[in-house]
């Protein structure tokens, strides 16, 4: 009996610094999220200039802030191809989940709201017009997005099918509603097939020819793999979920030339 319960008691151990090393999803976060767009078009040329913030609740995760730029070319009239740059600060990553050296070692996200890293995008965006939907003015479009991290060496593909419809009144734009569902796939990191995945709702209403004001809700999930160091120390696996509510404010300018 007694070495029974010392055996229970070694499993429960186990068990618990198993959990201790294995990141925990926090639970009801709401980030906040604003943006200013500008975009000029030039014959065949979409350029294009994006800065974005977004402020999680409660320190849950690290504050995140981008700057964004690069263009399209339409090669046909329903594609479009581009060309991205991008520079984050406070991205967080599977293998920013570390044990720190002070006694006790204890496992911990790192901080990463100081820390800057460079994206490289390449982008496709085909546009279909769905005339056989009610009202016409329906418009499907399909991105595709390869990203590549310079920070890390992390390579992804983007895929977001987004349908649109286009409120139009004398020939004059008003309002755009669409719905978007975008994924994120890993190439060479994570251990799932989806790193991110979040369908979204935006609505761009048109306040002057050259001003939209945008408002956006999201519920993304984000899958946290094994990283490297617990894998190394401990070798323990796992795959965590964590989901937040994203709601998003936006100005989009466009001028053309």
Partial sequence: MKGFMVGIGLVLAAACVEADNVPVAP????????????????????????????????GTLPDFTSLTVGGYYRVIPNLKVG??????????????????????????????????????????????????????????????RYLYNTFDGEQSIMARPELTYFWIQDRIPLLNVS??????????????LLYQAYPYLTVLWHATPELGVELGGAYKTTIWSTSAMERA???????????????????VWTLGF
């Fill in 83 to 144: 060309v991205f740059y991008r520079v984050q600060v406070g991205a967080r990553h599977d293998d920013d989940w570390v044990q720190n050296s002070s006694p006790p070692p204890d496992w911990m996200w790192q901080d990463t709201n100081g820390r800057l890293e460079n994206i490289l995008m390449l982008d496709a965006s085909p546009r279909f017009q769905l005339s056989f939907l009610p009202g016409e003015n329906w418009v499907l479009m399909v991105k595709t």
């Fill in 233 to 251: 120390i401990d070798g323990v696996v796992y795959s965590v979920p964590f989901s937040s509510l994203v709601l998003s404010l936006g100005l």
């Fill in 179 to 192: 719905l978007s569902y975008e994924m994120y796939f890993p190439l060479n990191f994570g251990d799932t």
């Fill in 27 to 58: 639970t009801g976060v709401v980030e906040l999220q604003g943006r200013t767009q500008l975009v000029a078009t030039i014959g065949s040329f979409d350029l294009l200039a994006e800065a974005l913030g977004r402020l999680p609740d409660a």
